[in-house]
């Protein structure tokens, strides 16, 4: 990625000549020679990671206050579960920064919200395999570090095993153990919610203001309802995003100073863009959760995972897909034990070690490649706090169009 990097600048300076035809000024070409003079990239490449000020709806699915506020019933209705007691708000709650704060998420027959959820079921449903992520910001999922964001095309989940929010938000209804349980069988689940839904005038009525006179109740657009909420849950405002917008006070002393090891150390290597995230699957050997029977190996097999975005990190713990990190200190206790020629035990602080699966010569390069001194932790650290930013739309409706729980069995 830092060849990216370069490769980008000098772009860049491709594209300075290939606009020098033989019309310019001199004055063009003096500035080409200063750069010329000087071919060093730019001090901080992180300068130009702001989030975009809005977000982009895809032309196949334009928002429209309708269609947004009929994606935020159903996000909160627990009518998309087979037992009418999980909503997608269930494991994706404003309270807990649109997750759960769990390291993995109950779903069907659970009962309380976030870390007090209990299962009630005796585990005749298993947890649900991974952790949940938040959904402030997949708006922005897949985007180029130059800010471009492709909706059709965003990858989604840990493995990146689908795309697009409209797909993504069929896939839970789906799921035994996060929504559907034994109400209807797979194949069957997206039939018979169309079929609950399309029972209440209330509904009906919605998705026709939604989506006009020809288009009712389809599963199709309930993704597209739902999606299109979610492209309203954003937080891109964070002291880091003022800091790039031209801010220069908006880092404390610290945080600057974590900003630059966290460059010079590798994390911006696969933490990279607007989101802190490529986006791509590697392979970092985190350990299994224990309360899982079979190890998760991840993407085909592979024991790759997507890089997470580093936004809003003080909402979304406990951390990696597995959610074994309490904290930001676990997570990187455990880089240090892994870069290098490290190899578990007796290698470093912390105690989470690389999962036994996982060979040390599978593991990325940048991972090896990583500089990272016990020195850096706490400056690494208040620089993640820098892209926080609480701000972002918590409204709950106060009931839901089924007459159910609003956010299911939370309470
Ligand atoms: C029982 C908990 C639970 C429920 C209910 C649930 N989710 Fe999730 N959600 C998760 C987990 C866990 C993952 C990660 C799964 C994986 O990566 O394999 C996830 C992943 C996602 C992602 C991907 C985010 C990203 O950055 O890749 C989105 C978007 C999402 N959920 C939206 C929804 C919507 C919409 C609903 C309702 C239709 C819903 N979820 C219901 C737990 C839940
Ligand atoms: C090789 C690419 C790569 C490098 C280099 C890297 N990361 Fe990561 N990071 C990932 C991936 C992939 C995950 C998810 C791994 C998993 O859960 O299995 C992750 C997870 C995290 C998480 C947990 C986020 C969450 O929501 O669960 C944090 C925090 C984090 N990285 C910070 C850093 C910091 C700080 C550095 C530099 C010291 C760094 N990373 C270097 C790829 C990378």
């Known amino acids: 990625m830092k060849n990216a990097f370069i490769f980008g600048w000098i772009l860049s300076l491709a594209l300075i000549f290939s606009h020098c035809t033989s019309d310019d000024t001199l004055d063009d070409l003096d500035q080409i020679d200063d750069v010329i003079d000087d071919p060093k990239p730019p001090q901080n490449l992180l300068d130009d990671r702001a989030l975009p000020l809005a ?20 996000f909160f209705d627990p009518i998309l579960s087979g037992e009418k007691d999980v909503a997608c708000a269930t494991c994706h ?16 027959g659970g009962i309380g919200l976030g870390p007090n959820r209990v299962d009630g079921t005796n585990r005749e449903i298993p947890v649900v395999k991974r952790n949940a992520p938040t959904i402030i910001n997949t708006a922005f999922n897949g985007i180029e570090e130059n800010g471009e964001v492709i909706p059709a095309a ?3 989940f840990w493995d990146n095993r689908d795309i697009s929010l ?24 997206l039939d018979s919610i ?9 509904y009906r ?5 939604a989506f006009g006179n020809n288009n009712g109740v389809t599963s199709e657009n309930i993704g597209k309802a739902i999606a299109a909420y979610e492209r309203t849950i954003i937080a891109n405002n964070s002291a880091f995003d003022r800091y790039a917008r031209g801010d220069e006070n908006a880092l404390n002393q610290q945080q600057s100073r974590g900003m630059a090891r966290f460059q010079q150390v590798g994390c911006a290597d696969c933490h990279s863009g607007p989101m802190f995230s490529d986006f791509e699957l590697h392979v970092l050997g985190v350990p299994d959760n224990n309360q899982l029977d079979e190890s ?43 870069q290098g020629n490290n190899n ?24 090896r490649n990583l500089q990272l001194n016990g020195n850096d932790v706490q400056d690494i650290i208040a620089f993640l706090g820098a892209l926080n930013d609480n701000n972002f739309d918590r409204t709950i409706p106060s009931e839901v169009p089924s007459g159910l729980r609003v956010g299911g069995n939370i309470d």
Do not use: C, W
Request: net charge negative; glycine share 12%; no cysteine.
């Open 55 to 74: 977000t982009i709806h895809p032309t196949d699915n334009p928002a429209n206050n309708q269609k947004i506020e009929l994606g935020r019933l159903l």
């Open 93 to 108: 709650h404003p309270q807990f920064g649109f997750a759960d704060g769990r390291d993995l998420s109950i779903g069907v």
């Open 154 to 156: 965003a990858p989604m």
């Open 166 to 189: 409209e797909s993504q938000a069929l896939g839970p209804p789906k799921s035994f153990e996060e929504m559907r349980g034994h109400a209807f069988s797979e194949a069957e689940t």
């Open 194 to 202: 169309v079929a609950r839904i399309n029972a209440l005038v209330a």
């Open 205 to 209: 009525n919605r998705f026709q203001q």
């Open 296 to 338: 998760d190996s991840g993407a085909n097999g592979t024991y790759a995972f997507r890089t997470p975005t580093l936004r809003n990190l003080n909402m979304t713990g406990p951390y990696f897909h597995s959610g074994v990190a309490g904290n930001l200190g676990d997570v990187l206790n455990f880089y240090r034990r892994i």
């Open 344 to 367: 578990g035990p007796g290698n470093g602080p912390g105690n989470l070690n690389l999962n036994p699966n996982v060979n040390r010569n599978q593991l990325d390069d940048e991972i």
